[in-house]
């Protein structure tokens, strides 16, 4: 069974630049299609972006399209999202989840989902 661990979130500044982790033990994560999702404050799960297990192709969303990519480090069996230009409304807790399949904008095609870390923007 895959378990998750989050981290690297924190406060940062308008426009500026954060990297999360998303470190697997238990199995390769190779294998799976890993995805992130953020949750902000009295709203619902929302996917952010995915990378696929066959070639990692990324399939981010149009709300964070050319500013947060995702890649993959099998050395470390870990999986980073690496966020740009961030802005008033990215506050959120950020969570990494894993699908044995093709990535999925359905977030229940998702399990092993992670404890969640939080990221904060202000000035």
């Known amino acids: 069974q895959v378990q998750l661990v989050e981290s690297g979130g924190g406060s940062v500044q308008p426009g500026g630049s954060l990297r999360l982790s998303c470190v697997g033990t238990g199995r390769s994560l190779r294998v799976y299609a890993v995805g992130w999702f953020r949750q902000a404050a009295g709203k619902e799960r929302e996917i952010l972006t995915c990378i696929s297990s066959s070639d990692d192709s990324e399939f981010p969303s149009d709300s964070v399209k050319g500013r947060f990519t995702v890649a993959r480090d099998d050395a470390t069996n870990a999986v980073y999202l690496d966020m740009s230009r961030l802005k008033p409304e990215d506050p959120a807790k950020y969570y990494c989840?894993?699908?044995?399949?093709?990535?999925?904008?359905?977030?229940?095609?998702?399990?092993?989902w992670g404890p969640g870390t939080q990221v904060t923007v202000s000035s």
């Open positions: 989840a894993i699908e044995f399949g093709p990535c999925s904008d359905d977030l229940s095609d998702y399990e092993s």
